[in-house]
């Protein structure tokens, strides 16, 4: 059981170019998430999935595109890096919220290792 | 921005000391949850308190949660020096969906 993991750990591009970087799940697990992690600002959602075949915006989904075309992996697409999309990327999956509110425990969010990104 | 803040951002001690670390959050909530962050790694989940609770223990840690100052504490007893980390906390919105962090606290335990 790998759990969250994504691919590259490192990637260095030159402005304009563009890239994917991959999210993959085992849990199967229905949400998945992206943040950007930049310095003293914490974690900040790009984009989030609730399931196969859906995306929505966060907070800071500019420059970004993603898919979920299968239900264990989420891509994040950068058409046209710039500076400052350099950051730590991490993806995140979750449990399929159940209607119960018993069932708080499937909020918990599952964390892969990150893939620091730079841009030149 | 909806991002929550924590305070302080930085704290040093020593071994055996209590760590406290508070967060305060800008939305109605369900639940709210702390994340751990060594350095150069992914976050990983240490406990979640719903809105309908006032304190939760986990091991060495207590959280405490006050929804009418949109407020939380995490209280990290007898610390140690693997403790040494950046601690998070993050709100679940009510519409279920999305966890809102706070700008964390790096905690340092000093043998």
């Known amino acids: 059981n790998a759990g969250v993991t994504q691919t590259p750990k490192f990637r260095v591009l030159k402005t304009g170019q563009s890239m994917t970087l991959l999210c993959a799940q085992d849990?199967?697990?229905?949400?998945m998430y992206w943040y950007r992690q930049d310095p003293g600002m914490g974690l900040r959602l790009i984009h989030y999935s609730v399931g196969e075949g859906t995306t929505a915006k966060g907070e800071v989904p500019d420059g970004y595109n993603v898919s979920r075309l299968k239900k264990q992996n989420f891509l994040l697409g950068l058409e046209s890096a710039a500076p400052s999309q350099t950051s730590v990327y991490f993806c995140a999956s979750s449990k399929h919220r159940v209607a119960t509110l018993g069932s708080s425990s499937t909020d918990t969010q599952y964390f892969g290792p990150g893939t620091r990104l730079t841009v030149l | 921005s909806q991002q929550g803040e924590e305070d302080p951002q930085a704290l040093s001690i020593q071994e055996g000391e209590n760590a406290t670390m508070n967060c305060s959050y800008k939305?109605?909530?369900?639940?709210l949850q702390w994340y751990r962050q060594n350095s150069g790694r992914g976050l990983v989940h240490l406990i979640l308190?719903?809105?309908?609770?006032r304190e939760k223990h986990s091991g060495r840690l207590r959280v405490t949660l006050d929804t009418s100052k949109k407020s939380s504490s995490l209280l990290i007893t007898a610390s140690r020096a693997a403790d040494t980390a950046s601690y998070f906390c993050?709100?679940?919105?009510?519409?279920?969906?999305?966890?809102?962090f706070g700008t964390g606290t790096r905690l340092l335990v000093s043998p």
């Open positions: 993050a709100s679940m919105n009510t519409g279920f969906q999305k966890l809102v």
């Open positions: 308190i719903r809105s309908n609770e």
């Open positions: 939305t109605s909530i369900n639940n």
């Open positions: 849990m199967n697990h229905e949400y």
